[in-house]
């Protein structure tokens, strides 16, 4: 069983490690056409302690008055901007409460950074270069133009063939995407396992990241190895119908609430996976 502490995705590694500002500064500049120069004024507010609304492979960071969510997903998703909106919600919320320089209920106006929302995309499924998610496409048809609240995710492509002048300003999403489509590749002929090994070492000297993955193989391999399971599972869900896998989830958060261990959940024939999904929906809830 994958040891469910490796929660951090690979993306996560290294696009929100405060050892790396760098490279997430290049990715701020190439996405949004700047030149910031100063990785120092990069400040992480990732949620970090549990796992919120499915956003393993986020990064969270302020830069100016910009605040940047940024996502990684192998399948895309049209209800992220409502997993967004949630998430900048706590981000907030962890700013405001509690902090004594602002009061949310007296007569001047707190200034909030203003935030953009990001989603890197590299799944098998054929997607344009960039798409623009909108809350209000799930708000029904009628009263959308109405509705008082919107938010806009901003989807790119970061499979090959496309945004080659993001990829070609950001070395590390280039080298990121590489190193994904090469593990999809290989898996096609090995176990994940292997795979993982093997790109690993086919990566090329002149790759700025290869020195980080090198020193940290086995936290990284973990990480792969962890989300490719989870993909898995979630493929074994659709198998079986959407529907019945969001039943079985919902029983298994219910009888955790009622304190039946995890370890007694599995033994009863739930997968590992499905029990450490309602463990953090608990966790996030409680």
């Known amino acids: 069983m994958i040891n469910k502490e490796h929660k951090d995705r690979l993306y996560k590694m290294i696009f929100g490690n405060p050892e790396h500002r760098q490279w997430t500064l290049n990715l701020y500049n190439a996405v949004n056409g700047s030149n910031y120069d100063d990785p120092s004024q990069i400040t992480y507010n990732t949620i970090g302690e549990v796992l919120y609304m499915g ?7 302020v830069l100016d008055m910009w605040l940047n969510i940024y996502g990684h997903q192998s399948t895309l998703n049209p209800n992220m901007p409502v997993r967004c909106l949630m998430y900048l919600g706590r981000l ?4 405001l409460i509690g902090n004594s320089k602002w009061n949310i209920y007296g007569k001047k106006v707190i200034e909030l950074p203003a935030p953009k929302c990001v989603v890197f995309y590299n799944g098998t499924e054929e997607e344009p ?3 623009e998610l909108k809350l209000s496409d799930a708000f029904p048809e009628k009263y959308r133009e109405k509705a008082d609240v919107e938010l806009k995710v901003r989807m790119l ?3 090959a063939g496309h945004n080659k002048e993001l990829l070609e300003k950001c070395r590390p999403l280039y080298e990121y995407s590489w190193l994904v489509a090469k593990i999809r590749e290989y898996n096609k002929t090995m176990e994940i396992e292997d795979a993982v090994d093997q790109v690993l070492k086919d990566m090329p000297d002149s790759f700025g990241i290869k020195p980080y993955l090198i020193s940290n193989r086995e936290e990284v391999r973990m990480s792969i190895l962890t989300e490719y ?4 599972t979630m493929a074994c869900f659709k198998e079986e119908g959407r529907e019945e896998g969001e039943d079985l989830l919902a029983d298994v958060i219910k009888r955790i609430r009622n304190g039946e261990t995890p370890e007694k959940i599995i033994a009863s024939g739930v997968s590992p996976q499905t029990v450490e999904k309602a463990e953090d929906v608990v966790s996030l809830f409680s």
Not at 92 to 95: D, G, M, N, T
């Open 55 to 61: 956003m393993r492979n986020d990064v969270s960071f």
């Open 92 to 95: 907030w919320s962890k700013q």
């Open 129 to 131: 270069d960039e798409l």
């Open 157 to 159: 492509n970061i499979n």
């Open 229 to 232: 399971d989870e993909a898995k």
